[in-house]
Structure formats: C-alpha cells, structure tokens
C-alpha cells in the first residue's frame, strides 16, 4: 500500500486530487483540512471507502501520521479568504510546510510543495518562467500569501540540502473547475455564479488585466506525474498552467456567452497589488513531464464548470 497524506484534501484541488488517487487500488488516502476554507461537502463521496481517512486538524500543528507520500495543498489560496486573517495565511504556510517537511524526514516520504504563480508577484518578465525571481511587494496585502508561499519553496529546498529530505515544488498558476467554493471570491465563481444568478459581473479595475486559466483536471495530472517522477534530483520548481491568456473582460463575455446570461457588467475598484498579466511559460513541465500539456481549453472547462455551479445555484 502507498499510504498518501493529503493536506488541505477537503478543498477545491486537494478533493480533485483525492478523487484521481483513490481510482488507483495500491493507494491509501488520509486528509488533514481544518475546514477552514475546505468543505467536508468535496470529501462525502469518499468518506466510505475504506481506503480513505479524514482527519480535522490544522497543519500548523504537529500530527504523526506515517506516510510514503505527501501533498502539502493546505491554504487558502484565493485573495479574500487568505486577506481574511493574514498573519493565519504566513503561518499556514511556513508552519504547515515545517511539519510536513518534518513528517516527511521522519518517514523518508516524498512531500509535493503546492506553491504558486503568486511567487512571480506583479511579473516583469512575461511569460513567467521559473528562473525568473519575481516581483512581490513585501508589505502588500497579498504578501501574506505570496512571501509565506516563497518562504515555504526555500524551506523545501533547505530541507533537501541540509537533510536530504525528498522535495517536489510546483507553482500553479489560476486553476477553476468542479469543487470550488461558489462564495470564495475568485473570479471564475464569482462570474459564473453572479451570470446563473441574473446578478450583475464584478469587474475589477478596467478588466485588461490577464491571466491563464487551467481547467483543474489537467492540473491533477501534471501533479500526480510531478510526485511519481522517479529521478531524486528532479525536484523542480514547476510551473503548472495552461498557457492561453485572457483578459477578465474576455473571461466575462465567455461567462456570458456559456452560461446564456443576461448580466451586464458592473466595475469595481482594483484591489491593491494586483497583478496586472500572468501567463504560464510550460516549457520545463512538457519536457519533464513526460510531454505533460494543458488538454482542456477554457471554452470546454467553462462549460463544465458551469455544470457543477448550475448544481449549487
Ligand atoms: N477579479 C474580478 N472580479 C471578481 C474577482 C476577481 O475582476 O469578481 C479579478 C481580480 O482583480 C484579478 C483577476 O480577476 O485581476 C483574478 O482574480 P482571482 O482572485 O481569481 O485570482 P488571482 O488574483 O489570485 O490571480
């Protein structure tokens, strides 16, 4: 049996997750969320199997749980729920990846670091390749977030170099699909939902800032292929997203045209720090990753998520 520890497993990409790990007999799923963002609504349809465990806890503090492999996805990822109590955000970050590097050097597990574009901050270099060191205001109000993800890659590496622990780093950009909190404030579910709800579409500043958006089944392979890869010196970063670049006013006319909405669109102030493109240079995950690519465009993910919304409207 590969036993798998999954942080963060009740939320949007850790149930996504789940679903893919338990379809493989040989693997045993346990779960560790607090539900502070996670929803025990993602992990229902698993909580019979018997290969499947969830425990309520916080990754900050420490839990023995012995393990071959382990996913660190606890975070609240999404801008208003990591803003809601910031100095949480850091703490999550550093503390939760100290206690799973910890785990991991106690078990010889190999730990899958979900980091995140956020690294890049507000980028100079277009597209973001994983060279590129970033540009993140460190007093901002995405700093909790973005400098506790930074933070938590250089413990990885550091836990590697200083004792040999086994690492993986990814950094996700922008990833939507079934599972998403409706209320969480991203802007693929807050333009679906407000379009299904006949409500009018909240477009920050002037809607011609981008970003690339990754339909999350493709983003679940390209973890699973990144944590079975077999070469110990392989440990990334990787950038994980799809390449395809729109604006949020492109974003809001596909919601509209998908979903058949009359909506207008109604423009809200900017929040501060807000990066104004992201694209995902994917270069380094189609070569290492056995030619791993985004297969679902953002036409044919809007539609299936707009299914799963539908369900929750
Ligand atoms: N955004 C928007 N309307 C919303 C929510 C977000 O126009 O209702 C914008 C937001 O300002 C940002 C982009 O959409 O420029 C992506 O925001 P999201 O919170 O989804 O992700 P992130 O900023 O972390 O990439």
Redesign the pocket.
């Known amino acids: 049996m590969n036993r798998i520890l999954v942080t963060g497993g009740a939320g949007f990409l850790g149930s996504n997750l789940c679903a893919r790990l338990l379809q493989n007999p040989e693997n045993q799923v346990t779960v560790l969320d607090n539900l502070f963002t996670g929803r025990k609504s993602n992990i229902e349809p698993f909580l019979q199997n018997p290969r499947f465990r969830f425990i309520e806890g916080d990754v900050k503090q420490w839990q023995d749980i012995p393990c071959d492999q382990i996913y660190n996805a606890a975070c609240p990822a999404?801008?208003p729920a990591y803003q809601k109590s910031p100095t949480d955000t850091t703490k999550t970050c550093i503390f939760g990846v100290l206690n799973m590097l910890e785990l991991a050097k106690k078990y010889n597990a190999t730990l899958l670091q979900f980091s995140t574009s956020?690294v890049y901050g507000d980028p100079e270099v277009h597209p973001q390749v994983e060279t590129y060191r970033g540009c993140v205001n460190p007093i901002g109000i995405r700093s909790c977030y973005d400098e506790g993800k930074r933070c938590a890659e250089a413990l990885c590496f550091d836990y590697h170099r200083e004792f040999g622990v086994k690492i993986k780093v990814i950094r996700i950009f922008?990833t939507y699909g079934p599972n998403m909190d409706p209320e969480d404030?991203?802007?693929?579910s807050?333009?679906i939902m407000q379009a299904l709800r006949g409500q009018d579409l909240?477009?920050?500043?002037d809607?011609t800032?981008t970003?690339s958006f990754q339909y999350v089944d493709d983003l679940i392979e390209g973890i699973v292929r990144m944590m079975n890869d077999s070469r110990p010196d392989f440990l990334g970063p990787v950038n994980l997203g799809n390449p395809g670049e729109f604006t949020?006013l492109e974003l809001a006319q596909k919601v509209l045209q998908h979903t058949g909405s009359q909506s207008k669109l109604v423009f809200?102030p900017?929040?501060g720090d807000?990066?104004t493109r992201?694209r995902a240079d994917i270069t380094v995950a189609k070569r290492e990753l056995k030619g791993w690519e985004p297969k679902i465009a953002l036409d044919e993910g809007l539609e299936k998520s707009i299914a799963y919304f539908r369900t929750l409207v």
């Open positions: 999404s801008p956020e922008n404030g991203r802007v693929v807050n333009f909240t477009v920050y500043g809607g800032q970003r949020m809200k900017l929040p807000d990066p992201r």
